[in-house]
């Protein structure tokens, strides 16, 4: 039972507009979710985290939004760079009682020069 | 990548070899992890180290050992190896609220 779901495998977009990476997580437990980006042949790298206790978090280009009603999060980059060609993995982890984060299986955004 | 070294990068082994991976970070942080990577899934914690000295069992710890002798090194053993660790193993340290921050840039490890 995958409790993290990146249902979109892919995700191309054009230079310059907003890319959304999205995921669903059915445990409602879950207190602090985290992104991460992976390019090819390299490990991933954290990217941007949200508590619970938030509905919105931004670093620079990259925003995240937490829907708790909803179970799922989204990853906004604005305006979308070619260097942003990665596969991004969100997660989630019930903090007072867990130890590993539960990843979702990722997303592959293409940004289109 | 981001202070982690793995090695080695790509292994070939045969059922019930054994081998060890090995895993070093520069950047002097106490936690550790190591994590498998698996088509269409997600990463899955093997192991965590959080300190010198301390490890516990991840998600998936069956088959496998691990051994923090100082801080710096985090290393992976299999014992016996199977053709279901086929897998990619990432190697993490650092801490983003007691999660891990920089991962390595994994082993490929197959196992016939």
């Known amino acids: 039972d995958q409790q993290v779901k990146q249902n979109s495998p892919s995700l191309s977009v054009q230079e310059g507009r907003i890319s959304i990476l999205n995921c669903d997580y059915t445990?409602?437990?879950?207190?602090?979710f985290l992104w991460y980006k992976k390019y090819p042949a390299e490990g991933p790298t954290f990217l941007i985290s949200i508590s619970s206790i938030k509905d919105k978090n931004e670093d620079g280009r990259f925003t995240v939004f937490l829907n708790k009603s909803a179970k799922h999060l989204s990853l906004h980059i604005v305006p979308s760079q070619p260097g942003d060609s990665a596969v991004y993995f969100c997660?989630?982890?019930?903090?007072?009682?867990?130890?590993?984060?539960?990843f979702g299986s990722g997303t592959q955004l293409t940004v289109l020069p | 990548n981001a202070g982690v070294t793995q090695t080695p990068k790509f292994q070939v082994l045969k059922t019930g070899q054994s081998m060890t991976l090995q895993c070093a970070q520069d950047?002097?942080?106490?936690?550790m992890y190591w994590y498998r990577q698996d088509p269409g899934m997600g990463l899955r914690l093997i192991y965590y180290s959080a300190s010198e000295g301390t490890t516990d069992k991840g998600e998936v710890p069956n088959g496998y050992n691990v051994s923090r002798l100082n801080k710096r090194e985090f290393s992976l053993r299999l014992e016996s190896a199977a053709p279901s660790q086929t897998s990619v193993y990432f190697c993490?340290?650092?801490?983003?609220?007691?999660?891990?921050?920089?991962f390595g840039d994994g082993t490929r490890l197959s196992i016939l």
């Open positions: 993490a340290h650092g801490t983003v609220s007691n999660q891990p921050q920089h």
């Open positions: 950047m002097n942080h106490n936690s």
């Open positions: 997660a989630a982890i019930q903090r007072r009682s867990a130890r590993q984060l539960t």
């Open positions: 445990n409602s437990m879950f207190d602090y």
